[in-house]
C-alpha cells in the first residue's frame, strides 16, 4: 500500500526556480546507499501506524496548497516501489487536485514504471540518480564498488534499468528534469568522468535540455 511520511517540507532548491512541496513515500527502498540521508527515518524505520499517511491522507493534506506552491516532488526511499496501480491511481488524483507541475525522484530502477507515468502524462519531471558509471562497469568484476555505493550485488540487469531510465528522462526532454551524482568520497574522479560524458552524449543524442549535476557528498546528520 502506498503510505507517506507525515513530514511535508517546502523547498526552494529541490526544483530551481519553484517553491514546491517535497512529500517522502514510506515504502522503503531497494538500495542501502553510502550516506544516504533518509535511512534512518524512511527505510531503516518501518511505517509507524499512528503516524504514517495513507494515499487518501494525503491528497487532503495536498489539496490546496497550489494556492502556495507551484509544484509537488514526490521522493522515496524509492517512490516508485509502489505498484503501479496504486501510483497510476494516486498520481491521476494529484493531477485534479493540484494545478502544479508533479516531478518525482528515482533512483532507475524501475524504468517500465517510469515510462508508463511519462506516457500517461501523470508526471511533469523527473530527478534520477546516477551514482556510477553503469555503462563501464562490470557487475561482476566490480561488484565491490556497487556494494560499497549502492549496498546491493549488482547484476546486469540492475545496470540496465538504470541506464534504460537516465535515457528516458534525457529523452522526454522536460526542463523540470534533472540527472544528477554525489560525489561520492570513495570514487576517483575517472568515474565522475565518465558518468558526464555518458549523459553528455545522450543530452546531444535527444538535443536535450535536462541538465546534469555533480553535487557535493554531505555526509548525514548524526
Ligand atoms: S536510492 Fe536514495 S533513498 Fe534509496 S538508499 Fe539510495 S540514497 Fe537512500
Known amino acids: 500500500m502506498l503510505t507517506f511520511y507525515p513530514r511535508f517540507i517546502r523547498t526552494f532548491t529541490d526544483l530551481p526556480g519553484h517553491l514546491s512541496l517535497l512529500i517522502h513515500a514510506w515504502?522503503?527502498?531497494?538500495?542501502?546507499?553510502?550516506?544516504c540521508h533518509n535511512d534512518a527515518e524512511l527505510i531503516a524505520q518501518r511505517p509507524i501506524p499512528h503516524l504514517q499517511l495513507n494515499a487518501e491522507q494525503t491528497l487532503e493534506r495536498l489539496a490546496g496548497s497550489d494556492t502556495m506552491m507551484d509544484a509537488v516532488?514526490?521522493?522515496g526511499g524509492e517512490f516508485l516501489m509502489a505498484r503501479m496501480a496504486e501510483l497510476e491511481?494516486?498520481?491521476g488524483r494529484v493531477r485534479t487536485i493540484f494545478n502544479g507541475k508533479i516531478v518525482i525522484l528515482t533512483n532507475g530502477t524501475?524504468?517500465?514504471?517510469?515510462?508508463?507515468?511519462?506516457?500517461?502524462?501523470?508526471?511533469?519531471?523527473v530527478h534520477i540518480d546516477m551514482k556510477l558509471p553503469f555503462h563501464t562497469l562490470d557487475p561482476k568484476e566490480d561488484a565491490d564498488v556497487f556494494e560499497a555505493i549502492l549496498g546491493?550485488?549488482?547484476?546486469?540487469?540492475?545496470?540496465?534499468?538504470?541506464?534504460?531510465?537516465?535515457e528516458l528522462v534525457i529523452r522526454h526532454n522536460s526542463r523540470l528534469s534533472q540527472v544528477r551524482t554525489v560525489r561520492y568520497p570513495l570514487l576517483s574522479e575517472e568515474f565522475f568522468e565518465?558518468?558526464?560524458?555518458?549523459?553528455?552524449?545522450?543530452q546531444r543524442k535527444f538535443d536535450s535540455i535536462v541538465p546534469y549535476f555533480l553535487n557535493?557528498?554531505?555526509?548525514?546528520?548524526r
Do not use: H, W
Open 27 to 35: 515504502n522503503g527502498c531497494n538500495m542501502r546507499c553510502y550516506g
Open 73 to 75: 516532488l514526490f521522493s
Open 89 to 91: 491511481c494516486f498520481l
Open 110 to 125: 524501475f524504468p517500465e514504471k517510469l515510462r508508463r507515468l511519462l506516457e500517461l502524462g501523470l508526471i511533469d519531471g
Open 152 to 166: 546491493v550485488t549488482p547484476s546486469a540487469r540492475l545496470c540496465r534499468d538504470i541506464l534504460a531510465s537516465v
Open 194 to 202: 565518465q558518468i558526464a560524458s555518458y549523459v553528455g552524449q545522450l
Open 216 to 221: 557535493p557528498y554531505f555526509p548525514p546528520p
